[in-house]
């Protein structure tokens, strides 16, 4: 059983017009129905190969490349993994068996010459001040942030949601919201202790104006798991607070 020409469509226009959320979910819910279509795996791994999702994609395009022959653009996808892994022997396999392709694009041709440039300098794109070769697009904090949100209801492992907040955390290090969220998704995954290193210097007042219910029950959590007493009956005070708030506008 395969997808759909439809379905595929619809999740090649997500990766061309770069709705990468949409994307991620499609492709989580094709390959759920259809696990060996290869084409839905290739895909995958192209989209996140624009998120820089590294293992993530290369996972997808290593699984599409036992079901398919792999595009050429996908080819590419699946060396820039191996350079971000420093699998540079077997990125450089890929890269010339490429430049060595008659009826590879003159677009995909420039890039793949650019590679192998660099690898021929013996630069590690890890340590390179221009990793522009290797990276996709400047994703924003929210964008790292919403994916995480939408790869945590599709079941994806905790470790590739736990990335994409950091991600988030790391791109806007003073946004509060993405540091209770990583807290408080560490406290669902039974590592509140872990989460509470992201929340230890939220201020009381802070505290006092949040109005989700669960973000501050498994802050609860997480204050109880740090041992911070003070911020653990903030919490609980609020959580009642945001009770009789919503019981008055339900009147």
Same mark, same amino acid.
């Given at each position: ?31 759920? !129905? ?37 595009? &050429? ?13 420093? !699998? ?47 990276? @996709? ?17 599709? @079941? ?24 209770? @969220? ?5 406290? !669902? ?38 041992? &911070? ?16 708030? !919503? ?5």
């Amino acid at each position: 059983m395969y997808a759909a020409e439809k379905d595929l469509d619809k999740l090649t226009q997500s990766y061309e017009k770069k709705r990468w959320d949409e994307g991620v979910c499609l492709t989580q819910s094709l390959l759920k !129905q259809f696990p060996h279509d290869g084409r839905v795996w290739e895909l995958s791994g192209l989209i996140f190969r624009e998120l820089t999702s590294y293992k993530l994609a290369q996972g997808a395009l290593e699984t599409a490349n036992t079901l398919i022959p792999l595009s &050429d653009q996908a080819q590419l996808a699946l060396a820039d993994c191996y350079l971000h892994v420093g !699998q540079r022997e077997l990125a450089g396999e890929m890269l010339q068996f490429l430049s060595e392709n008659a009826g590879i694009s003159s677009t995909l041709q420039s890039e793949v010459e650019e590679r192998l440039q660099k690898l021929s300098a013996a630069v590690d794109p890890k340590d390179d001040g221009d990793q522009s070769a290797y990276h @996709g697009p400047k994703l924003t904090a929210e964008h790292h942030y919403n994916l995480a949100h939408s790869m945590g209801h599709l @079941g994806y492992p905790p470790e590739c949601v736990e990335q994409e907040i950091l991600r988030a955390i790391e791109l806007a290090p003073d946004c509060l919201e993405y540091r209770i @969220g990583l807290a408080g998704f560490l406290s !669902q995954v039974h590592r509140a202790e872990e989460g509470y290193q992201y929340v230890a210097k939220l201020s009381l007042f802070e505290i006092s104006q949040l109005q989700c219910e669960c973000c501050l029950e498994r802050l609860v959590k997480v204050f109880h798991a740090g041992g &911070d007493h003070c911020r653990l009956l903030a919490c609980m005070d609020r959580v009642e607070e945001v009770k009789r708030e !919503q019981r008055k506008g339900s009147v």
